[in-house]
């Protein structure tokens, strides 16, 4: 969604790299650019304002002017300020001290709070909550029953007493929900309200009244994020209306520009709370403002992608798997590759997983290019393998790629790629593993790194190679009398690797404590 955003902001920060110093005039500029790039990603305008005026009082201070940096600090002021306009810090859930917390869940019609309901009841569950969604939108045509089957979608109990189709009172279907609750020891009620195409009086009053009869511990409106700039205005009416207490983000996967995002938590001062980004019921989780800043910036999200790593593998396996590349990684088998590859499946799409990582802004077509089902058809070619191929790919011949890829139904060359991928994979994990690093990469402090080419030893040279340049002999020859006139010890002396003196290394001068660590 932010990347037409992304793209702007670091085509921007790409023009004052290389400056040592930044004049007003460069620091204009910049703010103009990115006040541009708001405005097109259709971030409401007072929002702009503010975030311009921030940024450039900060940007003409002395944090810029006295920086080692200066690019580099402008970056940092835009990644703060963001974090700012989507909230600061994350907001939790506020739970009931006692009887069940009752969630109420306003919005106008197709923002997606049914959907939504379903998602946050999973997400609940697997914080070891018992939830209950409770079916109060009674206008919408079939709207109770497709409430009915996300909770079995998602795995929660559902409550809906009343046919729907504009029939039924939402307000008691409400009000008997918390005792029902209470009756079955569900510790969490999610209430979903109906909707209407736009703002009404009766929409209003209807919330009004169901928020009044339950009094929820958390009422979250839910905002379309590819609504644009009209998503303001809509927030700004329920806030009135309902009073809200946080805001969920439906459809951030969408190709809209989401603007919505940047604006809601700001205009109204309420903050983003959740955030909704696929169609599968796990699409969805915590809204964390610095994590998203940092997307948008084109920084990644490692912290997220290390959240969906714990939460997929386990200590044991992942201790199972490591011990196996220990020692060249003979252990690790075609079985041990292909379970790694549905680990990873689990997390999520491919192509997400990657955006998450630093500077893939870069290759983002590439990666929106990858395709999912190619773990279905690295699996298939794998399953179409005997136990003896999987566990020594070596006994894999002519003969045995054209079984295996009759059996898998894919061709003969995806079968040889496939086998020399996962040896070349092996060697890396194996290498990484044992503290060697990446093979065919220059050695990092604390790493090794190299492979075979870092044991080789210098050739010893034979003799001094006089060149062939008659004026540069000349100089070495006088050069080389002046030494020996002066005896052992006196004139230059050769240099060390880091141009030290002899007898010299790098940790015997009055270095950072950090400095010697790596050195």
Request: glycine share 12%; hydrophobic share 40%.
């Amino acid at each position: 969604m932010f990347d037409t955003l992304s793209d702007r902001l670091a085509a921007t920060f790409k023009n004052l790299r290389g400056k040592g110093r930044l004049s007003e005039a460069d620091i204009d500029a910049t703010a103009r650019e990115i006040r541009i790039a708001l405005l097109e990603a259709d971030v409401a305008l007072p929002v702009v304002r503010a975030f311009i005026k921030q940024v450039k009082d900060r940007a003409l201070g002395s944090e810029v002017s006295g920086a080692l940096n200066p690019a580099q600090q402008i970056i940092k002021i835009v990644n703060e300020e963001l974090i700012s306009i989507l909230g600061g810090e994350t907001r939790r859930l506020r739970y009931a001290k006692t009887g069940p917390t009752v969630i109420m869940l306003a919005g106008l019609q197709g923002a997606g709070k049914t959907t939504l309901a379903g998602k946050l009841g999973h997400w609940l569950r697997t914080q070891k909550h018992t939830p209950l969604l409770v079916a109060c939108d009674l206008q919408r045509p079939n709207a109770v029953t497709q409430l009915g089957v996300v909770a079995e979608r998602a795995g929660v109990a559902f409550y809906g007493p009343q046919p729907g189709n504009g029939v039924g009172d939402p307000v008691q279907v409400a009000r008997d929900s918390i005792e029902y609750a209470k009756q079955k020891q569900y510790d969490v009620v999610i209430v979903d309200t109906a909707g209407r195409l736009g703002i009404d009086a009766e929409l209003m009053q209807q919330a009004a009244d169901i928020r009044a009869a339950i009094d929820p511990d958390e009422v979250l409106f839910v905002v379309d994020a590819m609504v644009g700039q009209d998503a303001v205005t809509t927030a700004q009416a329920f806030l009135e209306g309902v009073d809200f207490t946080g805001v969920v983000l439906s459809k951030l996967d969408g190709d809209a520009r989401g603007g919505a995002a940047l604006s809601v938590a700001h205009v109204t001062g309420r903050q983003i709370m959740f955030a909704s980004n696929g169609e599968k019921v796990d699409d969805f989780d915590a809204f964390h403002p610095d994590r998203m800043a940092s997307r948008i910036l084109g920084m990644g999200d490692v912290l997220s992608l290390i959240e969906k790593a714990e939460q997929t593998f386990s200590q044991a396996e992942a201790e199972k798997m490591a011990a196996k590349l220990q020692g060249g990684g003979k252990d690790f088998t075609l079985d041990d590759f292909l379970s790694q590859l549905e680990q990873v499946q689990k997390m999520g799409s491919i192509s997400k997983l990657l955006g998450m990582l630093p500077g893939m802004g870069q290759i983002r077509d590439q990666i929106n290019n990858l395709d999912d089902k190619d773990v279905n058809r690295v699996g298939a070619i794998i399953k179409s393998m005997t136990p003896a191929e999987r566990s020594d790919p070596k006994l894999i011949n002519g003969s045995r790629r054209l079984r295996i890829a009759k059996g898998s139904g894919v061709q003969v060359g995806e079968v040889s790629s496939l086998v020399e991928r996962f040896f070349e994979a092996r060697k890396m994990m194996s290498a990484m593993a044992s503290g060697k690093g990446i093979p065919g990469m220059p050695g990092i402090p604390g790493m090794g790194g190299g492979g075979k080419r870092s044991a080789k030893k210098a050739p010893v040279a034979k003799g001094k190679r006089k060149s062939g340049n008659p004026l540069k002999r000349a100089q070495e020859e006088a050069a080389a009398a002046e030494r020996k006139a002066l005896g052992p010890g006196q004139g230059a002396q050769p240099g060390g690797a880091f141009g030290l003196q002899p007898g010299k290394g790098p940790t015997d001068f009055d270095l950072p404590k950090e400095f010697k660590d790596l050195l």
